[in-house]
């Protein structure tokens, strides 16, 4: 596992965009995101901005650190519920809730990564899903989350006591600025002297220690923050539709997520936003298709892992590359040449 | 101390069968934590697919009966031969293209294929389940004085681990297995040494596809045949083989029939935690043993 740098890596390869470039892509996209709800329906977008954020915070850990969660629908569901019955039966103010929603997700995330980080590469992504699955048992079967009907008619109430959070606008404003905060954290976390180390483990973890490295504390580190914005994404998406379902906790969920990041490129910045734009238009359109919804996403995976492993804004970056630089190129293909074996 | 958690010792009859119970359970976890193994020690491939095949095996023997009139009995050669078949082409068609990049590339792949072949069935025949009945040999129960244990389930403990000690003694004890054995350790060599490592491969998870239609075709009379059997069914098996360590053939075995007795166990006890149980007893068994009851490598 730890041998197979580069392309045959999960997430190496994909090279991101110089810092100016992705400093302009960002200006430009959040000039777009803010004009948005005037061309779509603010619902759509609010749905997708929480998807983007929730395989943002994925996309941390399988594509910088190498480590496939199978379970991270676990964080993103229990902090839809903590915050729907905080805000529904305790009234708490939506932020509140949302903080408290994120907090659970938080600990959550302590106590998984403390025991998945004992296991490596496969066996990780079985112990993640496995606990994961717990936490749907517990969902279902607890009494405040309300079983299969979940929590509904979640109030959004008033933002600071005065904004009206029932408005569709405002709601998407504080929406974007949630998910705006959430990128900003892991841009800074991917762009740091931690982001780097969290590279180098996922390139080579044995080398890492060796350096002196103490690589559990940096991948429980990153877990947790992984978690912890996929709880905030969770939370801020439990007020948006005003409910948290079981649909949330499912490991349906916590496959869409790594489709998600599939499709938009693991270990990219903005792959996964894109990643998830795509698959809720996707969904939209073929919501009335029932069982369709399943095979398109199987399809897509078969297709992604067979012949589409960058994503495409991988994909997209590779082509600029080659394009700008086509020499470097090949000295960068021969070095990432998988290697043999373990 | 019992009474002071108010736990009642239920009288014997329950226990006993929620053991039987368990002990069904923990035959089905170990037929298909012991396919997950063979597959994942030649292949390095977690096969997701493997609660779909499952699923397959058990329809594949209600399509035999519904629209041909075939049996339980030839069902029980026939499923897992089919399915073997499709695992064959699977493999040849997609999981060969990915053997080279990391493994978590094969849990992708293979999760893909699952949602593809669950979908179709699920737009065919949606979440209900189809009666698949007892063949009439294995009707009727036996009364051993102390509680009824009806023949089918007997039948499907005393099956099960036949079949899981043959397939240990397949790879353990024949010069087929040391081949295999060899391939697990060192597909370079062995192919040096004139054997034919790819197609050893390529059959490795028929045999795997294979064992798990043979447990769906079991399964089939005593749950339900529906297209979402294998899926709630596969994460379990997946805790199993955490716990279990997928090091040793016979690891995955007695871990999977442990697991269905304690699960039984706690339906009895504490019945609320019954779905969470395994988990648990992973998060436990991570903490104190990393590497699994049976693991070898951390």
């Not at chain 1, 749907?136 to 079983?147: D, S, Y």
């Not at chain 1, 490991?251 to 936003?273: A, D, R």
């Not at chain 2, 129960?141 to 007997?154: C, H, V």
């Not at chain 2, 805790?239 to 090091?247: E, L, Q």
């Amino acid at each position: 596992m730890a041998g197979a740098p580069g392309a045959a890596g999960i997430g190496g390869g994909a090279a991101a965009l110089s810092p100016r470039g992705n400093l302009i892509l960002t200006v430009v996209l959040v000039a777009l995101a803010i004009a948005a709800p005037f061309f779509f329906y603010p619902v759509f977008l609010m749905k997708a901005l929480c998807f983007a954020l929730f395989a943002c915070a994925f996309n941390l850990l399988l594509g910088y650190v190498g480590l496939l969660s199978f379970g991270h629908a676990a964080f993103m569901g229990s902090a839809a519920y903590i915050t729907a019955y905080g805000v529904k039966a305790w009234g708490l103010p939506p932020l509140i809730g949302i903080l408290a929603g994120t907090a659970v997700a938080a600990f959550l995330g302590t106590v998984f990564g403390w025991l998945a980080i004992r296991r490596q590469g496969i066996y990780f992504a079985m112990v993640t899903l496995a606990l994961s699955q717990m936490i749907f048992f517990v969902a279902l079967q607890a009494k405040f989350t309300g079983g299969e009907d979940g929590i509904q008619a979640v109030p959004r109430g008033y933002l600071f006591g005065v904004i009206d959070l029932g408005q569709p606008l405002t709601m998407y404003y504080f929406v974007l600025a949630i998910f705006l905060i959430g990128f900003a954290i892991i841009y800074r976390t991917i762009h740091s002297p931690f982001g780097q180390v969290l590279k180098a483990i996922r390139e080579n973890e044995p080398r890492a220690i060796s350096l002196g490295y103490k690589t559990d504390q940096y991948k429980l580190l990153a877990f947790i923050l992984s978690a912890t914005l996929a709880g905030l994404a969770g939370a801020t998406k439990s007020i948006v539709f005003q409910l948290a379902s079981l649909t949330d906790v499912t490991w349906q969920m916590s496959g869409e997520v790594v489709l998600m990041t599939l499709i938009g490129g693991l270990g990219t910045v903005f792959g996964p936003v894109v990643g998830a734009f795509i698959s809720v238009t996707m969904e939209n359109y073929l919501a009335q298709y029932g069982s369709w919804v399943t095979i398109i996403q199987g399809v897509i995976f078969v297709i992604c892992v067979l012949t589409f492993r960058r994503g495409v804004v991988g994909e997209i970056a590779h082509l600029v590359r080659r394009f700008a630089a086509p020499a470097k190129e090949e000295v960068v293909h021969a070095a990432t040449r998988p290697a043999p074996g373990e | 101390m019992l009474s002071a958690l108010h736990i009642a010792i239920p009288p014997t009859p329950v226990l006993l069968s929620q053991l039987l119970i368990g002990l069904i359970n923990g035959a089905f976890y170990a037929m298909l934590s012991l396919g997950l193994a063979v597959i994942f020690g030649l292949l390095n491939i977690i096969n997701f697919t493997h609660g779909a095949q499952y699923m397959l095996g058990a329809f594949c023997a209600w399509f035999l009966l519904q629209f041909t009139g075939i049996g339980y009995w030839p069902a029980l050669v026939i499923a897992p031969l089919v399915v073997a078949a499709v695992g064959i082409v699977l493999e040849r068609l997609f999981l060969r293209h990915i053997y080279r990049l990391d493994h978590l590339y094969g849990l992708l792949l293979t999760f893909g294929l699952a949602l593809i072949i669950e979908g179709v069935f699920r737009n065919e025949y949606g979440s209900s389940g189809q009666p698949y009945s007892i063949p009439s040999q294995l009707t009727g129960a036996q009364n051993l004085g102390f509680m009824f244990l009806p023949n089918y389930r007997a039948w499907v403990i005393g099956a099960s681990v036949v079949v899981c000690l043959g397939t240990w003694f397949l790879i353990e004890r024949t010069r087929l297995g040391a081949y295999l054995r060899a391939a697990t350790e060192n597909p370079t060599l062995v192919q040096a040494f004139g054997i034919n490592v790819p197609r050893m491969v390529t059959l490795t998870y028929g045999f795997g596809a294979g064992l798990a239609a043979l447990a769906g075709v079991m399964a089939a009379p005593i749950y339900q045949v529906s297209p979402l059997m294998g899926s709630n069914l596969i994460v379990v098996v997946f805790a199993v083989v955490v716990i279990g360590g997928m090091g040793s053939i016979l690891g995955a075995v007695v871990s999977g029939f442990v697991l269905g007795l304690v699960e039984g166990l706690t339906k009895v006890f504490y019945p609320e935690a019954s779905n969470t149980v395994i988990f648990v007893v992973m998060a436990i068994v991570l903490l104190v043993k990393p590497a699994g009851l049976f693991g070898r490598t951390a």
